[in-house]
């Protein structure tokens, strides 16, 4: 288990609850691709908040882990990706202040719950705080009621209103999802990153709460990781071009350098062993490149793990199920095995 940095919300209060629109379409791009690729494994969240989000250490400090499972459930079967079925009347599950209205309402949750709570998280992270925070409940009444009511009367506008357009957008798309529907990843993406072109940006991975610009070494790092995670591009200075291209040619040979992914960070961890290392690039069910090689070989090694399981399985069943018949024959006297 690899050792990870502070919680997003912990970085959000160490800037005295502000972060800029470049440093939220950052963090929002990135974990849109964690979520798409969470649910390209038939699973849902169910608790989005800043306090789930990590950041990595050292010269992996630009990459967002997303973390607690505890509340995850699957969404549709595995087998048939059949959705499961709308229902009403339950509690809810997650964190209030970023539930989706669906969520509060009581409805069974599905994908667009999870992304309209990160529009909810993206938000606060702009605003410093939401509407429905700090709200004065009378003893007696129910608070998630009164947090429902407030979230229902605020629109999109309202809640989104001295930022870019882009966020009442994001805002308005999810909350009008159906149940079933399939989420439309890119174009939430691409929002952000029409936001972040607006504020005349670069996707460079300088957060605000870094002290210092990622070095031309840092950037070789980040770009890797661009090309196959998002859909946005680094630019390096020409100046600093030559020494850029004499990195690059000895990636492979520098530790510092060698991005690993990780089931919890990096989207396509489960298909290739070092996605990183070519340009050859195929893209999986969630959207996400990956190279050809590692695709081919590593869906074999799947296929065959899962035949070497099903075979231990079995033979574990059928210990047990002797096992069992050896104690009822001892408890009914017979002192023989019945096959």
Known sequence: MELLGKSLEDLFQQQQKK??????????????????????KNIIHRDIKPDNFVVGLDNKNYIIYVLDFGLSKKYRSSRTHQHIKF?????????????SINALKGCEQ??????????????????????????QVPKGEDRYKKILQKKKSTSAEELC?????????????????????DPDYKYLR?????????????????????????????????????KNNTNVSLEIKDDKKDKHDDIKDNENEKDDLALKP????????????????????KTNTAG????????????????????????????????????RKRVRNERSGKNCLIW
């Open 288 to 323: 996400i490149n990956i190279p050809v090689d590692d695709y081919k070989i590593n869906a074999s090694a799947d296929k065959k793990d899962e035949s070497e399981d099903k075979k231990d399985k079995d033979k574990e069943y059928k210990k047990t199920k002797e096992s």
């Open 19 to 40: 972060l800029s629109v470049k440093t939220v379409c950052m963090i929002g791009i990135q974990i849109l691709d964690r979520l798409q690729f969470i649910h390209s």
């Open 190 to 226: 691409d929002l952000l990153v029409s936001a972040l072109e607006e504020e005349k940006s670069q996707f460079d991975f300088w957060y605000d709460w870094l002290n210092e610009k990622p070095t031309v070494e840092d950037n070789v790092a980040i770009e890797r990781y661009i």
């Open 110 to 135: 599905s994908r667009r719950d999870d992304l309209e709570a990160i529009g909810y998280v993206l938000m606060y992270f702009l605003r410093g705080s939401l509407p429905w925070q700090g709200l």
């Open 87 to 99: 229902n009403i009347n339950k509690k809810l599950t997650g964190t209030a202040r970023y539930a």
């Open 161 to 181: 209103k001295g930022f870019p357009k882009q966020f009442t957008d994001y805002i308005n798309y999810t909350r009008n999802l159906e149940f079933e529907a």
């Open 262 to 281: 990780l089931s919890t960070s990096v989207s396509n961890s489960d298909v290739g062993n070092n996605i990183y290392s070519s340009e050859v690039v």
